[in-house]
């Protein structure tokens, strides 16, 4: 007699709990946790480097606000048919916490407001952005497990041990709900949990970029060009097994495939024109 054992990777019964008639979302807890995380650990590595620590304050302070709203403008202009056209309501704009904040558009305009800061104090961006280049996937890891809790950014059907259990939840008029209702118990879907292969990647870069910063002594500003570079290359190929509506380029590309692919080429070309920028250091003469 045979017994097979199915396993799965279970979402959360909800994403958001009411206390009073204030409504705590796991999202935005989950994004404030990987900031928190990511100011402490850059701030210790800034220090390690003879930085201010009030510097890295003063970053957060200027670049979280940015980050947000360039990450905003990013998702609402790549997926404007979600708040434009007719039976849509612009004003969905502004419910972030609603879910909706494009990667390429945070990193894009928070470090355009830290660069401004940096040169207004005068103090050295390369050594700024050496000390949170491995911090900001840490960052992004941890705000990815807000992606589980609202069900989202999945890729398709899977009967894998690590497929993610999708629940049909419901609010308290039994009306489905899948982003604020709790869950039934339902499962409408088993599907590819992409979210925890970006979550896992990106614990993986932090790593290698504390091994390749070491190994290759790189120059802060070049550490940051290989985050970015080692992201956007993780990113392109995870965003392949997402099957989340999304808005298509040349017929059915991803969009965040094709800005994926950009960036990463932007990276490298930027990597290896420093490189080559980089003093080199002359042999000493061989004697006879």
């Given amino acids: 007699m045979t017994t097979t054992v199915l396993a799965a990777i279970p979402s959360p019964p909800q994403g958001v709990w009411h206390l009073g008639g204030f409504p705590l979302r796991a999202y935005a807890l989950c994004i404030l946790t990987g900031v928190v995380v990511a100011y402490l650990w850059t701030k210790k590595r800034y220090q390690e480097r003879g930085g201010d620590p009030d510097v890295v304050m003063d970053a957060l302070l200027v670049g979280l606000p940015a980050g947000i709203i360039g990450a905003r403008a990013y998702h609402v202009l790549t997926d404007h048919q979600k708040y434009f056209g007719e039976g849509r309501n612009p004003a969905d704009i502004f419910k972030i916490t609603n879910g909706g904040l494009g990667i390429w558009g945070g990193i894009i305009v928070g ?40 069900q989202e950014i999945y890729g398709g059907p899977s009967d894998k041990p690590w497929a993610l259990e999708i629940y049909r939840r419901v609010d308290e008029n039994g009306y489905t709900d899948q982003l604020a209702g709790r869950s039934t118990g339902e499962v409408i879907a088993s599907v590819q949990p992409t979210f925890l292969y970006e979550l896992l990647f990106c614990l993986a870069l932090a790593a290698f970029l504390v091994w390749a910063e070491k190994r290759f002594s790189l120059e802060g500003h070049r550490l940051f060009m290989l985050y970015v570079a080692g992201y956007t290359l993780g990113r392109f190929f995870i965003e392949l097994l997402r099957t989340d509506e999304a808005t298509l380029v040349f017929g059915s590309i991803r969009i965040n495939s094709v800005v994926s692919a950009v960036i990463f080429l932007s990276a490298v070309a930027l990597l290896v024109w420093t490189g080559r920028k980089q003093p080199r250091v002359a042999a000493s003469p061989q004697r006879e």
């Fill in 111 to 150: 470090s355009l407001a830290v660069y401004a800061l940096l040169k207004v104090k005068k103090v050295s961006v390369p050594m700024f952005a050496g000390a949170v280049a491995p911090a900001l996937p840490v960052a992004q890891a941890i705000g990815r497990l807000g992606n589980w809790f609202n």
